[in-house]
């Protein structure tokens, strides 16, 4: 098994910045992809961005590219989420994911992932 605990979600201003993480504990060698979706009050869960353990190959939805970025410190076995100019339609609850199949393919999929944290809130006023 796995575990991921999400942290670092909050309140802030249009244009501000979070920095969410994302710390997997366990079985964690089986992890070759970790991700981030959200969801939105009343929406669909949303893919946000993937990122391959080893290389580093990252994933971002369309709605995010240039404001979000992925990343992740393998030794802590941690991922990020730096977001960065952030709009009020950015309010959600953030999910962090992780895809215990061992393929190594970042993919846009929410069934495509095993594990799931708690989530946090990102909350964004205009």
């Known amino acids: 098994q796995v575990q991921l605990v999400e942290s670092g979600g909050g309140l802030v201003q249009a244009g501000g910045s979070l920095r969410l993480s994302c710390v997997a504990s366990g079985r964690t060698r089986n992890i070759y992809v970790m991700g981030w979706f959200r969801r939105a009050p009343g929406k669909e869960s949303e893919f946000v961005a993937a990122i391959r353990r080893i290389g580093g190959f990252t994933l971002h939805a369309d709605s995010v590219k240039g404001r979000f970025a992925i990343s992740m410190d393998n030794a802590k076995n941690t991922v990020y989420l730096q977001m960065n100019s952030l709009k009020p339609e950015d309010t959600a609850v953030y999910y962090c994911?992780?895809?215990?199949?061992?393929?190594?393919?970042?993919?846009?999929?929410?069934?495509?992932?095993?594990?799931w944290g708690q989530g946090t809130q990102v909350t964004v006023s205009s």
């Open positions: 994911a992780a895809d215990g199949r061992g393929t190594g393919v970042p993919r846009t999929g929410a069934s495509e992932y095993d594990y």
